[in-house]
């Protein structure tokens, strides 16, 4: 049971250590600050609720855009290529070894039908 919960802890902090890079190129901004300039059909919008949206911080958008660029290969690797590999192994591994369950299960049954 400790191993689980030594596991349980290690994947928890990783993951939060790997999403910090979200926390470093997004920011929350009021829409008023990105919609004010938007008419829509020529009619201004009413900006009057409280209205959130997410926006890249302008740190990320430096030099070309690498750091913003450097957080989505990041997370691409670790949230979705590393899983998907993972994936892909235990089913590989799985199915190889469901052909040997089902083989030894069929030598079992030929020598019961051989002893008849």
């Known amino acids: 049971m400790n191993t689980f919960r030594s596991i ?3 994947t928890l ?3 939060m250590l790997i999403s910090i890079s979200n926390l470093a190129v997004h920011d929350i901004v009021p829409t008023k600050e990105i919609f004010a300039h938007i ?3 020529g009619t201004e919008m009413n900006l009057d609720d409280d209205l959130y949206t997410v926006s890249l911080r302008s740190l ?3 030099n070309d855009c690498v750091i913003f660029k450097s957080q989505l290969w990041l997370t691409g690797i670790f ?3 590393i899983p998907c590999m993972l994936l892909l ?3 590989v591994a799985l ?3 469901l052909y040997e369950m089902s083989r030894k299960r069929r030598l079992l049954r030929r ?3 051989d002893r008849d």
């Open 60 to 62: 990320a958008l430096d």
């Open 95 to 97: 199915m190889i070894k």
């Open 89 to 91: 192994w235990f089913t």
């Open 39 to 41: 008419q829509l059909n």
């Open 8 to 10: 349980f802890c290690l």
């Open 111 to 113: 020598d019961v039908y």
């Open 79 to 81: 949230f979705k290529v």
């Open 13 to 15: 902090l990783f993951v």
